[in-house]
T-cell receptor, first 109, second 114 residues
Framework: GNSVTQMEGPVTLSEEAFLTINCTYT??????LFWYVQYPGEGLQLLLK?????DKGSNKGFEATYRKETTSFHLEKGSVQVSDSAVYFC????????FGTGTRLQVFP | NAGVTQTPKFQVLKTGQSMTLQCAQD?????MSWYRQDPGMGLRLIHY???????DQGEVPNGYNVSRSTTEDFPLRLLSAAPSQTSVYFC?????????????FGSGTRLTVV
């Protein structure tokens, strides 16, 4: 069946540091790939997406590239802010959306 | 505001009680689903629906029932609550199950079963 593996957190960074959160998946077919973000006490929000190989999704300074050959969709940001502190979920979707366990990001001033 | 509305936001139940978690969306989405979120386990799919009158089981369906009589509403029923059902529940909707356009999530219902 389909599955997704995310790096375990928490990831602790200083403001303006570079961020990478790794995500790999197994899926039949060619899933759409998503990153969702959950701020404290809130539901999940769509952060970015990519629907085919080599597509790059981007939003709010975050980027992720659909790598079909390595079945990966790593999330990156060049300079994190305190306001980026949240839990990030990688989610591939074929006929249903499945989630990784989430990676908590903590950014300190 | 358009979106997914979940009620209640918080609920405490005694073991064996029943209740219904409500979910409504006003975006005319065909696809709706319920997830539970537990620490260290991410979100797990409970039930989903690809349209009115059609429902199917997800990864962890036991102890939960759903129905979809209208496009807008997708309630989740706990028939006899157990402490293992203590969790945060999220409802999500999309134009289609392929989620090509992304899913919209409600703000969640925090359920405690004592």
């Amino acid at each position: 069946g389909n599955s997704v593996t995310q790096m375990e957190g928490p990831v602790t960074l200083s403001e303006e540091a570079f961020l990478t959160i790794n995500c790999t998946y197994t899926a039949t077919g060619y899933p759409s790939l998503f990153w969702y973000v959950q701020y404290p006490g809130e539901g999940l929000q769509l952060l970015l997406k990519a629907t085919k190989a080599d597509d790059k999704g981007s939003n709010k300074g975050f980027e992720a590239t659909y790598r079909k050959e390595t079945t990966s969709f790593h999330l990156e940001k060049g300079s994190v802010q305190v306001s980026d502190s949240a839990v990030y979920f990688c989610a591939p979707n074929t006929d249903k959306l499945i989630f990784g366990t989430g990676t908590r990001l903590q950014v300190f001033p | 505001n358009a979106g997914v509305t979940q009620t209640p936001k918080f609920q405490v139940l005694k073991t064996g009680q029943s209740m219904t978690l409500q979910c409504a969306q006003d975006m005319n989405h065909e696809y709706m689903s319920w997830y539970r979120q537990d620490p260290g386990m991410g979100l797990r799919l409970i039930h989903y629906s690809v349209g009115a009158g059609i429902t199917d089981q997800g990864e962890v369906p036991n102890g939960y029932n759903v129905s979809r009589s209208t496009t807008e509403d997708f309630p989740l029923r706990l028939l006899s609550a157990a402490p293992s059902q203590t969790s945060v529940y999220f409802c999500a909707s999309s134009y289609s199950g392929t989620g090509r356009y992304g899913y919209t999530f409600g703000s969640g219902t925090r359920l405690t079963v004592v």
